[in-house]
């Protein structure tokens, strides 16, 4: 589509198998943290014209 901006949203595990049912705390690949530890991330988009 012809939109005049796109939306990227850095993500940081991954999204649910289809068939999954389970409760939050089920969840593969989900990121957890003790209580006051900080969390650092960082990503990189390299954009180039189509």
């Known amino acids: 589509k012809n939109a ?3 939306c990227i949203e850095p993500w940081y595990g991954r ?3 289809s ?4 409760s ?3 969840r593969e690949w989900g ?3 003790e209580p ?3 969390f650092e991330a960082s ?3 390299k954009i180039e014209e189509m």
């Open 19 to 22: 068939d999954f049912t389970g």
């Open 31 to 33: 990121n957890q943290l």
């Open 15 to 17: 999204c649910d198998s």
């Open 36 to 38: 006051g530890q900080p």
């Open 24 to 26: 939050l705390e089920e």
């Open 43 to 45: 990503y990189s988009i």
């Open 4 to 6: 005049p901006f796109i």
